[in-house]
Nanobody, 120 residues
Framework: VQLQASGGGSVQSGGSLRLSCVAS????????IAWYRQAPGEQRELVAE???????NYADSVKGRFTMSRGDDYYTYWLQMNNLRPEDTAVYYC???????????????WGQGTQVTVSS
């Protein structure tokens, strides 16, 4: 099982980016999905999450600007980021709790991170 995150880039303040996270491999089920970010010198923080198929939860700092959704297939998740601010600059990571096809239990998987840079 692997996660591939992509879609980062450099934008000006007020701009938009859409990140994607694609799971691949022998997957029985995907349970929880989350996006995190880590700015230089800062701890990794939760940005948005979907727990057991519920509606997304968002960090206060991104509410109203970021939207997390599932793609048309079962394995792709998006993070639409609008009205970006310089303080959104960070490496963004996706994480999924996935039960592999050959396992009875879910495991946590992480994507490799994608850089988002917002200039003022």
């Amino acid at each position: 099982v692997q996660l591939q995150a992509s879609g980062g880039g450099s934008v000006q303040s007020g701009g938009s980016l859409r990140l994607s996270c694609v799971a691949s491999g022998s997957i029985f089920s995907i349970n929880d999905i989350a996006w995190y970010r880590q700015a230089p010198g800062e701890q990794r923080e939760l940005v948005a999450e979907i727990i057991s198929g519920s509606t997304p939860n968002y960090a206060d700092s991104v509410k109203g600007r970021f939207t997390m959704s599932r793609g048309d297939d079962y394995y792709t998740y998006w993070l639409q980021m609008n009205n970006l601010r310089p303080e959104d600059t960070a490496v963004y990571y996706c994480s999924m709790s996935i039960r592999p096809a050959n396992s009875k239990w879910p495991e946590d998987y992480w994507g490799q991170g994608t850089q988002v840079t917002v200039s003022s």
